[in-house]
């Protein structure tokens, strides 16, 4: 990403970068393949919160240090001498997080760089569009430590490869390799590992491209959409649609067609 204007935000278990209205996050503990602890989950709270507040941002990129995992699953350490009500409790809070990446209002690529299991599937499957690495490997083990996906896997997983797969997935413990992923439909594209995030920038800067408003809007349509029938689902898709008129966005965005410019969206 090149700018002359960056912002860095100091967490200590990720990195918050801003360039060009992109919002870089890096999972960054490596010592540990990026496990999701209690802070890390904290600081991604407040990473998406700013993502989700900050006009100048308008797509977050979300990948793991180094080459070997996005991140390789939750801290099990924290689930030692967890009941059934912290253990429920811990379930909500981790769920609250990965709805928040999911529904910040901004897209968010996932850039799966390596392992992506349990916790991890799980928020890489809460970010709006994923692609990923030749190394990456996706799955939901909890099941060989006696647990059952907590953070939203039964539920994403289903809805985006399917009841039998998900089944599949879930029942086995099985790990994916990235082909299959991309079989599947649980990534959009497969990389090479240096090609990752430069890909994840040029699709950042095509959606920057577009009308701001009308990006929260889509997402909007989708992710609610998913959970009505598709008769309330196309009552939304209208009513968000006739909102959209109600934009200067909108009227740039169809004068610049007519005039066969390129519009100047202001996202207002």
């Known amino acids: 990403m090149s700018s002359v204007q960056s912002a860095v935000q100091t967490f200590e278990n990720i990195r918050y970068e801003k360039k060009d209205q ?35 941002v308008r797509v977050a990129i979300l990948t793991g240090e180094g080459e070997k995992a996005f991140v390789a699953g939750a801290d099990i350490t924290e689930f030692v001498g967890l009941g059934a009500v912290g253990a ?30 349990g916790g991890g599937c799980e928020l890489a499957l ?45 029942l086995t413990a099985d790990m994916i390799k990235a082909d299959e992923a991309l079989r599947i439909g ?9 090609d990752l995030l430069p890909r994840a920038e040029a699709i950042a800067h095509k959606i920057i491209a577009n009308a701001p408003i009308s990006i929260r809007l889509s997402i909007e349509a989708v992710n609610k959409g998913l959970d009505m029938s598709l008769s309330e689902g196309l009552t939304l898709e209208a ?30």
Do not use: H, W
């Open 88 to 117: 429920e409790a811990l379930s909500v809070r981790g769920q609250n997080v990965f709805s928040l990446v999911e529904n910040c209002g901004k897209p968010v690529i996932a850039a799966v760089n390596g392992f992506a299991l």
């Open 126 to 170: 809460s970010c709006t569009i994923r692609i990923a690495s030749e190394n990456a490997r996706f799955g939901q083990p909890e099941v060989k430590l006696g647990l059952i996906p907590g953070y939203g896997g039964t539920q994403r997983l289903a809805r985006l490869v399917g009841k039998g797969r998900a089944m599949q997935i879930v």
């Open 239 to 268: 009513s968000l649609f006739g909102l959209s008129f109600s934009t200067a966005d909108k009227t740039e965005g169809t004068q610049a067609f007519l005039e066969k410019r390129a519009p100047q969206f202001k996202g207002v």
């Open 186 to 194: 649980l990534v959009n594209e497969v990389l090479a590992p240096a």
């Open 22 to 56: 992109i919002a870089l996050i890096t999972i960054a503990r490596p010592k540990v393949m990026n496990a999701l602890n209690a802070p890390t989950l904290k600081e991604l709270t407040q990473a998406f919160e700013t993502v989700r507040d900050d006009d100048d």
